[in-house]
């Protein structure tokens, strides 16, 4: 019988890696995973919903731990999810934004290149790049050709990481594979981010625990997508004999707005405005104004499609909140 599958994940204990290390886990992969700071405190949590996963130190700034935690693993797939991911942030530190989503990147592909040696195309390689790449969109819907222009430093960083991935697939004929992932979440997502923010707020306001929601700019669009279904298209993109870049989006567009009246309506309330005061504080210093994904060429060649609609996204959101705040978790 061939030995299983084994896969190195940065970024296990986000979003993301959490669930694309329980996919690995269910495809019968001997999976590890990268995990960064002396005292993690998601380091509980991976270790309950992932018993069976082996983790390594390390940082992505820190070359030489990433030289290690491949010796260790010796795995046959590399998937790059770690980076300073909220674009707000990336304004307030942006040169450790580069250091870690964009030059990361290098450091793991360079670590690569010196752990297989000789047979580079041995290990298959996956790096999450970003639909903020776009930024100032030049093409409506946004696709694998469409030119890059970024609006904060996460989105330089990721356009960075991804001509990056595509250089050393060039230069060396590794099989490395971007994913330009639309926005995409799930009742895991961090706080930070605006579905999560307005999908906590809307089940506290329902339960009586909070009154109002402070806001920035409701008129943003994004192309969201549930994660449970994002992570296939990363393990489909690194099945393929050949590497290549695929976006992976819905292809529908909905505004903040709709975003927030769509939380609301999921808990019988349509006279939302009261509940909402816009702060400058949430404002950022250039803004994406609409994102829309065309993932026409996952679809052909991955076989690929979103599973969960927009709607549905909002109501498990909120859902899962409203059951987590009820149990008294947080
Ligand atoms: P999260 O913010 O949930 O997770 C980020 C992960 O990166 C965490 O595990 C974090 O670890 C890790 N990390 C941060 N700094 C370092 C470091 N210096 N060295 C090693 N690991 C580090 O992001 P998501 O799961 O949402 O996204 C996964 C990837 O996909 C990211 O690269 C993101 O930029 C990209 N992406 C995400 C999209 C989305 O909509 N979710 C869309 C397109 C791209 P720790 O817990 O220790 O902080
Ligand atoms: P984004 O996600 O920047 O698209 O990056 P985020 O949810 O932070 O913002 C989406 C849009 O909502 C607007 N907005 C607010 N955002 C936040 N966080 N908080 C607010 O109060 C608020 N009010 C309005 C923002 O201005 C923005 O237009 C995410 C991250 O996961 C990236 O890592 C990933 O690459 C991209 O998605 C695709």
Redesign the pocket.
């Known amino acids: 019988m061939a030995p299983a599958p084994s896969a190195l994940i940065?970024?296990?204990?986000?979003?993301?890696?959490l669930y694309l290390a329980e996919l690995l886990v269910a495809k019968g992969y001997d999976v590890h995973g990268?995990?960064?700071?002396q005292n993690?405190?998601?380091l509980g949590l991976v270790r309950e919903l992932l018993p069976t996963v082996t983790l390594h130190n390390?940082?992505?700034?820190d070359m030489s731990s990433l030289i290690r935690a491949l010796r260790e693993s010796d795995p046959d797939e590399v998937y790059?999810?770690?980076?300073?991911?909220?674009v707000a942030y990336s304004w307030e530190q942006a040169a450790l934004t580069t250091?870690?989503?964009a030059k990361?990147v290098l450091n793991m592909l360079e670590s690569l290149r010196l752990h297989c040696r000789d047979d580079l195309g041995r290990v298959r390689f996956y790096q999450?790049?970003?639909?903020?790449m776009f930024g100032k969109v030049q093409d409506v819907p946004q696709h694998e050709r469409t030119l890059l222009w970024p609006r904060s430093p996460?989105g330089v960083a990721?356009v960075f990481g991804h001509h990056m991935t595509i250089n050393y697939r060039e230069s060396y004929g590794m099989h490395a594979s971007s994913g330009?992932?639309?926005?995409?979440?799930s009742p895991?997502?961090?706080p930070e981010?605006v579905t999560r923010k307005v999908s906590q707020a809307v089940a506290r306001i329902h339960l009586g625990l909070q009154d109002e929601l402070v806001m920035g700019n409701l008129d943003a669009e994004r192309d969201w997508g549930f994660?449970g279904d994002?992570v296939e298209a990363m393990w489909l993109m690194l099945q393929q004999p050949v590497a290549d870049d695929y976006v992976i989006g819905t292809g529908e567009t909905h505004s903040v707005r709709e975003f927030v009246e769509t939380a609301f309506a999921h808990v019988g309330i349509d006279d939302w405005e009261r509940f909402v005061r816009f702060d400058e504080r949430f404002v950022r210093p250039a803004e994406v104004d609409q994102l829309i994904g065309d993932a026409a060429k996952a679809r052909d060649v991955l076989g690929w499609k979103p599973r969960v609609s927009f709607t549905e996204l909002v109501s498990l959101m909120v859902q899962a909140d409203i059951e987590a705040f009820r149990a008294g978790w947080k």
């Not at 990268?34 to 700071?37: D, K, N, P, V």
């Not at 390390?58 to 700034?61: K, M």
């Not at 999450?128 to 903020?132: L, M, N, R, T």
Request: hydrophobic share 30%; charged share 20%; aromatic share 10%.
């Open positions: 940065t970024g296990i204990t986000g979003q993301d890696g990268l995990i960064r700071g993690n405190p998601k390390g940082d992505l700034t790059n999810l770690g980076a300073v991911s909220f250091d870690v989503t990361g999450a790049s970003s639909s903020e996460y990721k330009i992932l639309f926005n995409h979440e895991r997502r961090g981010f994660a994002y």
